[in-house]
């Protein structure tokens, strides 16, 4: 149980372009989604938290208007990296906290993402 | 200082060894202390959880919290190379939004 998916695990775009990482939690519900980037050799930089149904919560630093989240559903959140430069290339791994589990975090399997 | 420090490693033991791995923070509010376990290019996977002080055990993986000293491990017994992973310790406060903050992870390579 507690399965997380990513799609896709891998993409490369042009420079300039959108790009749109979903999330999916297979197996239960999940009233909260974070979305996370991860540089080589660094931990996992929490970019924002989305509650379906409302607006995500942008850590500071990160905008909002380059890292579109919406959480439209209770398994499902997207992220779409619009405008995309070469300094946006990482990895970027999305988890979700079971409905009522105040505490437990599954993450997906990550999305590295390269732009040329 | 950062909340939580975690040295990167990267730690090289031979198989069967006991390894240690720990987290130490500065937060007295953390309650909630995770350890996750990350193969290269993948998502990180939920190992243990423990809320507040004391040990618990799950095969080989034994997680301990000491609130008093404000330090975290992880041990792990008969270590396999299939161990060979990045373990993060993570931490959360009660209350809020239970978001956790990560160690930058410790890489562990055990070797056959």
């Known amino acids: 149980g507690a399965v997380v998916s990513q799609h896709p695990s891998w993409v490369i775009c042009k420079s300039g372009t959108s790009v749109k990482i979903e999330c999916r939690s297979l197996?239960?519900?999940?009233?909260?989604m974070f979305w996370y980037r991860q540089f080589p050799k660094q931990s996992l930089m929490l970019m924002a938290t989305?509650?379906?149904?409302?607006?995500?919560?942008?850590e500071q630093g990160v905008e909002k208007d380059k890292f579109l989240i919406n959480h439209a559903s209770l398994t499902l959140s997207t992220l779409t990296v619009t405008s995309a430069h070469p300094e946006d290339s990482s990895f970027y791994i999305c988890?979700?906290?079971?409905?009522?589990?105040?505490?437990?975090?599954?993450f997906g399997p990550g999305t590295r993402l390269t732009v040329t | 200082q950062k909340e939580v420090e975690q040295d990167p490693g990267p730690l090289s033991v031979p198989e069967g060894a006991i390894v240690s791995l720990n987290c130490t923070y500065s937060n007295s509010a953390f309650q909630y202390f995770m350890w996750y376990r990350q193969y290269s290019r993948k998502g990180p996977e939920l190992l243990m959880y423990t809320y507040s002080s004391g040990n618990k055990e799950d095969g080989r993986f034994t997680a301990q919290v000491d609130k008093s000293s404000k330090y975290i491990s992880l041990f792990i017994r008969d270590s396999q190379p299939s161990d060979s992973a990045t373990y993060l310790c993570?931490?959360?406060?009660?209350?809020?939004?239970?978001?956790?903050?990560f160690g930058r992870g410790t890489s562990l390579i055990v070797h056959p």
């Open positions: 988890s979700a906290r079971q409905t009522g589990k105040t505490y437990e975090q599954y």
């Open positions: 197996d239960f519900q999940a009233t909260t």
């Open positions: 993570a931490m959360s406060a009660t209350g809020g939004s239970y978001i956790p903050t």
């Open positions: 989305s509650n379906e149904g409302s607006k995500a919560t942008y």
